[in-house]
T-cell receptor, first 111, second 116 residues
Framework: QKEVEQDPGPLSVPEGAIVSLNCTYSNSAFQYFMWYRQYSRKGPELLMYTYSSGNKEDGRFTAQVDKSSKYISLFIRDSQPSDSATYLCAMTGYGNNRLAFGKGNQVVVIP | GAVVSQHPSRVICKSGTSVKIECRSLDFQATTMFWYRQFPKQSLMLMATSNEGSKATYEQGVEKDKFLINHASLTLSTLTVTSAHPEDSSFYIC????????????FGEGSRLTVL
């Protein structure tokens, strides 16, 4: 079983829709959870950073972490064409900067 | 967020030559930097962990003599692809941590290497 599972299937949504992405993981030691956005031919950009369980909201973006289920989510409200990108989940344990990445989801927001 | 600069963004070289890629943390000191390789439509593959003032730690299967890493200062790490071959063509990305051991990494823009 891989440490982090993220269904890499592309996701196409109409502009204004809610985008829902998720990852599951197996390592109970993971404490820090990140979502990165990566545009084509660019490096990943840190989008959301959360510690332990709970919700975090930043503008149109909401990150949720459920450690009991080993499940994290990212929601994008009122999606825009500029949100079209690949979204990678990543996580690590305390005292460790070595990230475990999901495969990434390609999201296309159709105008 | 913190800024990590990577240079060059794109390089084309002939087979057998060596190519150096630089990674700089512009507004913070990074004791640890990471080098990744990314194939099209794939996730990031960690190649090595670069620690300032000491030898890099390479992941299993990564040739340390092929991919030379130097972390000479708290703001600069370099990756040199030696005797490059077409199969080394890839997207190379560095990252650096602005805080100690919390996983909050910031990435460079990436360098696309094409070996002819």
């Amino acid at each position: 079983q891989k440490e982090v599972e993220q269904d890499p299937g592309p996701l196409s949504v109409p502009e204004g829709a809610i985008v829902s992405l998720n990852c599951t993981y197996s390592n109970s030691a993971f404490q820090y959870f990140m979502w990165y956005r990566q545009y084509s031919r660019k490096g990943p950009e840190l989008l959301m950073y959360t510690y332990s369980s709970g919700n975090k909201e930043d503008g149109r973006f909401t990150a949720q972490v459920d450690k009991s289920s080993k499940y994290i989510s990212l929601f994008i409200r009122d999606s825009q064409p500029s949100d079209s990108a690949t979204y990678l989940c990543a996580m690590t344990g305390y005292g460790n900067n070595r990230l475990a990445f999901g495969k990434g989801n390609q999201v296309v927001v159709i105008p | 967020g913190a800024v990590v600069s990577q240079h060059p963004s794109r390089v084309i070289c002939k087979s057998g030559t060596s190519v150096k890629i630089e990674c700089r943390s512009l507004d913070f000191q990074a004791t640890t930097m990471f080098w990744y390789r990314q194939f099209p439509k794939q996730s990031l593959m960690l190649m090595a962990t670069s620690n300032e003032g000491s030898k890099a730690t390479y992941e299993q299967g990564v040739e340390k003599d092929k991919f030379l890493i130097n972390h000479a200062s708290l703001t600069l790490s370099t990756l040199t692809v030696t005797s490059a071959h077409p199969e080394d063509s890839s997207f190379y990305i560095c990252s650096a941590a602005s805080s100690v051991n919390t996983g909050e990494l910031f990435f460079g823009e990436g360098s696309r290497l094409t070996v002819l």
